[in-house]
């Protein structure tokens, strides 16, 4: 495969093999990193809510509340307590279970994804409904995770005429730019589009069916987003219709060849790569019945004993930015 250089805004799943990858792993976890002019916003629900309450803080990675007192994560960020919507609920001891890759030849018998039951019902919280088809390149989705915030905007010197690449920092006139992140912690939202799917991908803990997406530099501050450390269980949302669906679970970056730390500096090119829900929604729905379907019923019901009763009667400055 070929590989091209950084600032070409590449999609970096296809040097897969030359880059590798760099999962979304402790000592410290971050949210996603945005494109906006001061990378801080996002910190609640958008307009267009695809079910931020639904995600939280599961210990320095993510988790997403499924209903039914189920989460779902990374496998390797596991189980334990999670922060739900300003309320922390326990892990049910014994509950924990990784999927499987529905015994497909030549791919590893688990896949990188947990599910655990909390010991007690988060109230208030609604289902999630697992999407039942791959969103296809093009399909936009809102990712949401939680961790350390969006650092400085940074630019590189990149040599590729090394292998690895040998990247230099420098105040302007690099061949790569993107952000660096910084310790303190944020639930934050960010945008992008599948950029790839049906990828499989082994990122050291077990093949996974995945999608991925490009940190591109649109030009302009938006919210463009890229995953980093602690992002890790996060959710991928995608709007089906009219309905939101949960299309993937965040497991891991890739990044240039020779890429200072890619889960630590979300540079343009970078990719985030997201399992593909779809593929794993049989035993996620043999495990929690589909939460949608259950208040659609609620929900019917109600409306006929309703209508019973009452029917009787400019581009961001960032060059000024670099030099600090």
């Known amino acids: 495969m070929t590989t091209a250089a950084p600032g070409a805004n590449i999609v970096a ?15 410290s976890a971050q949210a996603v990193v945005i494109d906006s002019l001061t990378g801080t916003g996002n910190t609640s629900a958008p307009v267009d809510d695809p079910g931020w309450a639904n995600v939280g803080v599961l210990g320095v990675g993510t988790g997403v509340y499924l209903g039914n007192d189920w989460v779902l994560t990374a496998a390797h960020v596991g189980g334990g307590s999670i922060v739900l919507n300003g ?7 014994g509950s924990g279970t990784t999927l499987s890759n529905n015994g497909l030849p030549g ?3 688990t896949a990188d994804l947990f599910m655990f039951r909390l010991a007690s019902t988060p109230p208030g919280l609604t289902g999630i409904t697992i999407a039942s088809a791959t969103a296809s390149p093009g399909a936009a989705v809102t990712m ?6 969006r650092g400085a905007f940074t630019q590189w010197s990149v040599n590729t005429g090394t292998v690895p690449w040998v990247w230099t920092e420098v105040p302007s006139g690099g061949n790569a730019a993107g952000y660096k992140t910084l310790t303190s912690r944020t639930m934050r939202w960010g945008t992008n589009a599948v950029a790839a799917s049906g990828i499989w991908v082994d990122d050291g803990y077990g093949d996974t069916l995945m999608m991925a997406t490009t940190f591109d530099d649109t ?14 269980g996060g959710g991928f949302f995608h709007k089906n219709g009219a309905a939101w669906e949960l299309s993937g679970i965040t497991l891991t970056v890739g990044g240039y060849s020779g890429q200072p730390d890619p889960g630590a500096n979300a540079i343009y090119g970078d990719a ?5 829900l779809s593929f794993y929604r049989s035993q996620i729905m043999a495990i929690v019945p589909e939460p949608s379907a ?18 009787r009667g400019s581009r961001r400055n960032r060059e000024g930015t670099t030099t600090g």
Do not use: H
């Not at 938006?222 to 602690?230: R, T």
């Not at 259950?294 to 029917?311: E, I, Q, R």
């Open 219 to 232: 030009g302009v501050p938006s919210n463009e987003a890229q995953a980093a450390y602690g992002d890790s």
């Open 272 to 276: 985030t790569y997201a399992a593909d």
């Open 13 to 27: 799943w296809r040097c897969l093999a030359a880059v590798g990858l760099v999962c979304l792993l402790p000592p």
């Open 144 to 149: 949401i995770g939680s961790g350390r915030d």
């Open 87 to 93: 309320g922390t609920y326990a892990m049910l001891a």
């Open 294 to 311: 259950a208040s659609v019923a609620m929900a019917a019901g109600a409306g006929a004993w309703l209508a019973m009763t009452f029917g």
């Open 107 to 109: 791919k590893s018998a």
